[in-house]
Nanobody
Framework: QVQLVESGGGLVQPGGSLRVSCAAS????????MRWYRQAPGKERELVAT????????NYADSVKGRFTISRDNAKNTVLLQMNSLKPEDTAVYYC???????WGQGTQVTVSS
């Protein structure tokens, strides 16, 4: 079955950078588009970024456009989210997801605070 393991979260000051990773298994990763979502306390889960199976098409939420970059390594079954110019409102648990497939990982906490 689909297994997704997120890592790389932590505490960072406003304006800082962080990269989170997602290791995927249980499906043909190279044929699946991937997404990053986030969920802040008391809020609904929000779509942050999407990358196509080959990596050639990427889409971002308006709130992170120009600051976040999604990428993938199909040889390593890994999807990454590079987050720059972080703001306190980026604080959330970040999850990856395989488009069209059920299953979520445990998420990784990102906290932006001074």
């Amino acid at each position: 079955q689909v297994q997704l393991v997120e890592s790389g979260g932590g505490l960072v000051q406003p304006g800082g950078s962080l990269r989170v990773s997602c290791a995927a298994s249980g499906f043909t990763f190279s044929l699946s588009a991937m997404r990053w979502y986030r969920q802040a306390p008391g809020k609904e889960r929000e779509l942050v970024a999407t990358i196509s199976s080959g990596g050639g098409t990427r889409n971002y939420a308006d709130s992170v456009k120009g600051r976040f970059t999604i990428s993938r390594d199909n040889a390593k079954n890994t999807v990454l989210l590079q987050m720059n110019s972080l703001k306190p409102e980026d604080t959330a648990v970040y999850y990856c997801n395989a488009v069209g497939r059920p299953g979520w990982g445990q998420g990784t906490q990102v906290t932006v605070s001074s």
